[in-house]
């Protein structure tokens, strides 16, 4: 099952602050996020293996809630860089090792 | 230091014609998977190997579609008979060992299918 992102989209203002949501109907073994700029190849974010975990790199962080199965991605202060798309992808506990990607969320910095 | 390559970037076929995709994972990884991305979308997962070994290809769309990884290196996505449902992006991704720890992409290779 596909897991949910929300919003489809978003619009910021370089330095503003966006949450990027996902969400899966299954129960989750990992969250890995993912930032894919056009016509390249998916850029490793971060990955989330334990229920409540959180992980960080500069402004960017992201949390695991396992019970809801929700995962969200923070982006704080946001630069221009950071316009892409991103992708949250799932793995079960079933087939840890292939990844189940969202439909991906649009971020749009501008200055 | 040398990332997922894959080759070619681009391929445009005409319907009806076989297709073999190229995958070089970074030296040393274990896990190799094959994702098909339709524009606009998030990558599907198509197929997965440790080592040369093809452990789960639930994802391939048709029995045109066929991977291998002989030497446990260099793996080959191979479409036989292209549609033009085929037209997408084929990324290759590898991992380090095969649990779900991060995995690299490739750039991808865009086929079209004329």
């Known amino acids: 099952q596909q897991p949910v992102q929300s919003p489809q989209a978003v619009i910021l203002r370089e330095g503003e602050d966006a949450v990027i949501n996902c969400s899966s109907s299954k129960a989750l073994y990992s969250v890995h996020w993912y930032r894919q700029k056009h016509g390249e190849a998916p850029v490793f974010l971060m990955i989330l293996l334990k229920g409540g975990e959180q992980k960080g790199h500069e402004k960017i962080s992201a949390s695991f809630n396992e019970k809801k199965q929700q995962s969200s991605l923070y982006l704080t202060a946001s630069q221009l860089s950071y316009s892409g798309t991103y992708f949250c992808g799932t793995g079960s506990a079933n087939s840890g090792y292939a990844l189940n990607f969202g439909k991906g969320t649009s971020l749009l910095v501008t200055p | 230091g040398a990332g997922v390559s894959q080759s070619p970037r681009y391929k445009v076929a005409k319907r009806g014609q076989d297709v073999a995709l190229r995958c070089d994972p970074i030296?040393?990884?274990?896990?190799l998977f094959w994702y098909q991305q339709a524009l606009g979308q998030g990558p599907e997962f198509l197929t997965y190997?440790?080592?040369?070994?093809?452990?789960?290809k639930s994802g391939l769309p048709s029995d045109r579609f066929f991977a291998e990884r002989p030497e446990g290196s260099v793996s080959t996505l191979k479409i036989q008979r292209t549609q033009q449902e085929d037209s997408a992006v084929y990324l290759c991704?590898?991992?380090?060992?095969?649990?779900?720890?991060?995995?690299?992409f490739g750039p991808g290779t865009r086929l079209t299918v004329t």
């Open positions: 030296s040393g990884h274990v896990s």
């Open positions: 991704a590898s991992s380090i060992s095969g649990r779900p720890l991060e995995q690299y």
């Open positions: 190997f440790q080592n040369e070994a093809q452990l789960d």
